[in-house]
């Protein structure tokens, strides 16, 4: 029903910034919120930053997003934005956009193919 896709990923040197984005299509009307987030090697696929789709606009980040990365959005355009300043190696990782859908008895998750970021020097 909802189709994702990533871009604005790359390699960039360790406090600089890049600006990923996440277009939506489809049942966009059902979109309750949308999210990033990003998984390393060896690792879990773990939060990043995620805002509702409603009015409002409800954000909430990863404690080590915070200060550092801006989710914002645009419902006209159905694209959602993370700007990411001061990247550190440890941003590293496959960035994945997420949208919820939410029904009376369980969330829905949707995915995008992710994109990568590499933070070194």
Known sequence: QVQLVESGGGLVQPGGSLRLSCAASGSIYSIYAMGWYRQAPGKQRE?????????????????S?????????????????????????????????????????????????GTQVTVSS
């Open 65 to 113: 997003a915070k200060g550092r990365f801006t989710i914002s959005r645009d419902n006209a355009k159905n694209t959602v934005y993370l700007q990411m300043n001061s990247l550190k190696p440890e941003d590293t990782a496959v960035y994945y956009c997420n949208a919820a859908i939410t029904t009376p008895l369980r969330v829905y998750n949707y995915w995008g193919q």
């Open 47 to 63: 939060l990043v930053a995620d805002i509702t789709r409603g009015s409002g606009g409800s954000t909430s980040y990863a404690d």
